[in-house]
């Protein structure tokens, strides 16, 4: 399953989900990186970016942490490759990157003081088992934060024709590679199972009016495009669906809104408490 998950969201060749993922960093990345520093991320914390992907977060939050490192880990060498190289090109000598499964990291238990997951549980098929790992990494009292959206938060005023239909399709497509669309209600209860305590979730909106109508388009529908098996939606009926969002984001006074879940939660000082 494993397998099947890596060569399904493998973006290495894929220009335009890459450049997906790069509007969705710059957009973003205010908002992150308020919640980031409402944690308490320190300038000296040693941080575990699991899923980096090309490293276009790990990046931002080196400059969040000049006197710390950042450690990027994904299972992909291409992205791995692409991250590596523009943090040379930027000079972020306290940033590496690291080939890993999330769920078997090749680091030291207690080597870490923040590890931060941005967008992956909903891709993997244990969610638990990755948290439950970005604990063991984690020293006593450090933090672990999650995330991730959820689909029951994604609304449209109007609504075009065939929005439900791509959101019921797109999560049975991304059910079929062990992924789940409603990952985000689930959050806090992954940090509670591997042994976290102080677990808080927040939910954040994430609207187009905060970042443009074409740009909430792509960030929030465009990757559903992608897991949408041709059993449960045709590609034609996909392309019409996009057409009629774009169409409604148009019209006066539209409104669009995904949820953005934020959950965190500390590393128990008393080793004896964790799982």
């Not at 992909?76 to 590596?84: F, G, P, T």
């Not at 207690?110 to 993997?124: G, I, K, N």
């Not at 991304?174 to 409603?182: F, I, P, V």
Request: aromatic fraction near 6%.
């Amino acid at each position: 399953m494993l397998e099947d998950l890596a060569h399904s969201y493998d973006h290495g060749g894929d220009p335009t989900e890459l450049g997906r993922l790069s509007m969705q960093a710059d957009v973003a990345w205010h908002l992150e990186r308020q919640q980031l520093l409402r944690v308490g991320l320190s300038a000296d914390a040693r941080v575990v970016d699991v899923g980096c992907g090309p490293g276009l977060l790990s990046r931002r939050i080196a400059t969040l942490v000049p006197y710390g490192t950042v450690t990027g880990v994904d299972a992909d060498d291409d992205l791995l490759e692409q991250a590596r190289l523009s943090a040379k090109v930027g000079g972020l000598d306290h940033v590496r990157f690291v080939k890993a499964w999330a769920s078997e990291m090749p680091l030291p238990s207690c080597s870490a003081d923040f590890a931060y997951a941005r967008f992956l549980l909903q891709h993997v098929p244990d969610p638990g088992g990755v948290v439950a790992e970005m604990a063991r990494v984690v020293a006593p009292g450090g933090r672990v934060m999650l995330v991730d959206t959820d689909d029951s938060g994604v609304a449209m005023y109007p609504e075009p024709d065939g929005l439900a239909e791509l959101l019921e399709a797109s999560r049975q497509g991304q059910a079929r590679l062990g992924g789940d669309r409603h990952v985000g209600r689930k959050l806090g209860s992954f940090l509670a199972q591997a042994g976290l305590q102080d677990v808080e979730v927040r939910v954040v909106p994430f609207t187009a009016d905060l970042v443009g109508p074409e740009a909430w388009a792509q960030i929030c529908l465009g990757f559903k495009t992608r897991t949408v098996h041709p059993d449960v939606m045709s590609a034609e009926a996909v392309t019409q669906t996009m057409a009629n969002v774009t169409r409604c984001l148009e019209a006066p006074g539209a409104f669009a809104q995904s949820l953005v879940y934020v959950a965190v939660g500390t590393v128990p000082e008393d080793e004896t408490v964790r799982i």
